[in-house]
């Protein structure tokens, strides 16, 4: 049932339709409205608990451009996501789960936004969009595309190449091996990334453990001697060997020249 809204409940969207704002701040509207501080708290506030309006942190509101037209509103996923890192003043791509369903590589949908940044660790919830930001490092952000919504709002994710890189980099935090491995072999052999790509993304945004593994991986799928030198002398000879799937048996045998354990079946 659509909530009836009070006077100056109505004041305030008017308000904000009138300005054609999308954001309300703590202290945007005592002025406006002729209402004090606290009035002007409990209104957010108040809004913020029926559905009306979206809260983002406190003092910071999202608001639709139309009255809403059932009993609650929440902001899609690009206004969420664009508000909480425009508050923050941090950069931002969509990762993991969300861009593997995006290439697919996978047809579970996430319920949440997992998106790296230079900002903040944290799970939060805008309206009904939850978000799992991960910090990393401003230098880790890079190779991105991005995509228009329908609103005329920007997502950006991380490219395809970058995307499958992550899988191998993040795969504790994604739980994206052996699997990772196949989505890359597949797309090396459909051309739907290079091998120099791989390689180029693996040593801008990879660790060492990563360019090991990758190394292995490449080197079995007949990649060129030269490609494999440039991932080789970015670490000093291996002194421990480290899984080819750190989640299985750590049985098999050992690639010297990556230190890679080639355990497991993929």
């Known amino acids: 049932m659509k909530r009836r809204l009070g006077n100056l409940e109505r004041q305030l969207f008017a308000y904000a339709q009138m300005r054609r704002l999308r954001e309300l701040r703590t202290g945007d509207l005592a002025g406006p409205l002729g209402i004090t501080p606290k009035q002007e708290r409990e209104l957010l506030s108040r809004l913020s608990r029926s559905g009306l309006i979206a809260k983002v942190r406190r003092g910071l509101y999202l608001v639709p451009s139309q009255l809403p037209l059932g009993a ?19 950069r931002y791509q969509i990762c993991g789960p969300n861009a593997f369903n995006r290439y697919g590589f996978s047809n579970q949908v996430p319920q949440r936004i997992y998106a790296y940044n230079n900002r903040v660790s944290e799970e939060r919830t805008v309206g009904v969009i939850a978000l799992h930001l ?8 890079g190779d991105t595309e991005r995509e228009r919504t329908t609103d005329g709002d920007t997502l950006v994710y991380s490219s395809r190449v970058r995307t499958l890189l992550d899988a191998v980099y993040d795969w504790s935090r ?43 991986l490449l080197e079995r799928e007949g990649v060129s001697d030269h490609l494999l030198r440039k991932l080789r002398r970015a670490f000093d000879q291996p002194t421990r060997v480290i899984p080819w799937i750190p989640t299985e048996p750590q049985a098999g045998k050992v690639n010297p020249r990556w ?5 497991g079946a993929a």
């Open 134 to 141: 991960i910090k990393v490092a401003s230098k880790r952000l």
């Open 72 to 90: 609650t509103w929440t902001p899609d996923e690009a206004f969420a996501l664009n508000a909480a890192m425009a508050d923050r003043r941090g």
């Open 174 to 216: 994604f739980g994206s091996l052996p699997r990772g491995y196949v989505w890359i072999r597949d797309d090396l052999r459909a051309r739907r990334v290079t091998a120099a790509d791989l390689v180029r993304v693996t040593l801008r945004y990879g660790n060492i453990s990563t360019i090991r593994r990758m190394g292995a």
């Open 259 to 263: 230190g890679v354990l080639l355990n």
